[in-house]
């Protein structure tokens, strides 16, 4: 019988800079296979998005806002590492938490692919299979947690330099710097530094520092 498939996998940015990652477009996953299901995967999609979360919560259900990078009508799934090379990149800004997504469906069903995972801490992968359903409609009312997360490879292009604006930039020495220095500041004041990637105008991260004045 056909059935929609949804999961989401969390990461750490511990865990991403651990291996190696740094900030940057992330250009592809992979995911390695140890047998092929019985059915294609169609109409898959991969989400991802970061986040605050430092782990998935089924009572709140799926991760809302992600943004789509990859799609494919018909994937063919073969053992051994499976690479999905996106059609737009995601910028991971190295300091948050990251979650991926997958949903697709199948015609029908007699067995899963299996794929290579490794333990993790609980509710790093939340997932859901329900017949008759669309998987990217999917809305987590009860999914199964697991901490048994799939193993993955991420291929990313580390930026590089930045671009930095900060504001208000009136008691500030240079605006454009990335450490310039404030002088005559006579409240406490929330600085915002945007930095953008010279490679990809499109690659931005923000940050707010408060500097706090005591009069005291």
Known sequence: FPSGYKTQ????????????I????????AWYVVSKGSDTLRNLKISMGCTGLS?????????????????????????????????NAYFWDGMSNLVIELCYDINTFSSNTDIV????????QM?????????CNLTASSPLMGSLRPNT????CDVGSFNFSWTPASTLNNSHIETPMSS???NTTSFVVTA???????CVSKDTIVVNVDHS
């Open 184 to 186: 005559g500041l006579n």
């Open 117 to 124: 995972t490794s333990s993790n801490t609980l509710n790093t």
């Open 153 to 156: 490879r991420f291929k990313v």
């Open 22 to 29: 740094r900030a940057g477009n992330i250009k592809s996953a």
């Open 55 to 87: 782990s998935l919560d089924g009572a709140s259900g799926f991760v809302t806002g992600l943004s789509l990078v990859y799609t494919n009508p018909k994937f063919y799934s073969a053992p051994g590492w499976n690479t999905h090379n996106f059609q």
């Open 196 to 202: 953008t990637a010279t490679s990809n105008p499109n």
């Open 127 to 135: 997932l859901m299979q329900t017949a008759y359903t669309t998987g």
């Open 9 to 20: 996998m969390l990461f750490t940015a511990s865990e991403l800079i651990q291996a190696g």
